[in-house]
Structures are given as C-alpha cells and as structure tokens.
C-alpha cells in the first residue's frame, strides 16, 4: 500500500490559484486526483502516467489545472488556476497500479485506486 498525505487546501476567492501537494510513500504506475462535492458525483479531475509523466484532465478543469510530479520528494501536485465555485470539493490524491486502472490511467479511472489520501477540502466563493 502507498501512503498518501493531501495538504495546499483551504478557503479561495473565485479565481484564485491554490497548489494541492500529496506526499506519496511512494509512486505508482498511475497517480491521479479525485474530488467529491457534496450532492455531487465523484470525478477523476486529473491523472499522470509517472513514468512518461503523460497526463489526462477532465473537461471540467482542461485548461485550468495542472498535473505534476516531483520524483526527488515524491510528491504530486496540482496547479489549480482560474478557480470557480463549482471547482468547491473534497481533492483526494490516489494510487493505481497497472491492473486496476486496466492499463489506462485517465480521469474516469483513476477512482478505482486502492491507495487514497485522506483529502484536503477546497472551497472557492
């Protein structure tokens, strides 16, 4: 199992540019971040392949936030720009490796990690 601690959450005003950090006890095949919202479905916002640091977004967030990984203090990242009041949400790091995600590591996989942090909430007014 990986360990996986979120921090970089908090309280933005609309348009504001947060960074969500996740340290990892280690990387995975795929590492991705997930946001629930209350009374909302779970989405897989963004994913990063860790070895070809290819990564994938949700159409929600395409554009706005950014991915990245840093392998000497194995930690991901997320670069959130542009924020609005619908980006408001629960942000959980998560772990997958290749069978879990099917090989595929992408937004409408990435949920089916065994490994998640314990979340950092968001909130933009």
């Known amino acids: 199992h990986v360990q996986l601690v979120e921090s970089g959450g908090g309280s933005v005003q609309a348009g504001g540019s947060p960074r969500l950090a996740c340290a990892a006890s280690g990387f995975t095949y795929c590492m991705g971040w997930i946001r629930q919202a209350p009374g909302k479905e779970r989405e897989g916002v963004a994913t990063i392949y860790t070895h070809s640091k290819a990564t994938a977004y949700a159409d929600s967030v395409k554009g706005r936030f950014t991915v990245s990984q840093d392998n000497s203090k194995i930690t991901l990242y997320l670069q959130m720009d542009s924020l609005e009041p619908d980006d408001t949400a629960m942000y959980y790091c998560?772990?997958?490796?290749?069978?879990?995600?099917?090989?595929?590591?992408?937004?409408?996989?990435?949920?089916?990690?065994?490994?998640w942090g314990q979340g950092t909430q968001v909130t933009v007014s």
């Open positions: 998560a772990a997958a490796d290749f069978r879990m995600v099917d090989g595929i590591c992408a937004p409408a996989t990435i949920a089916r990690a065994r490994d």
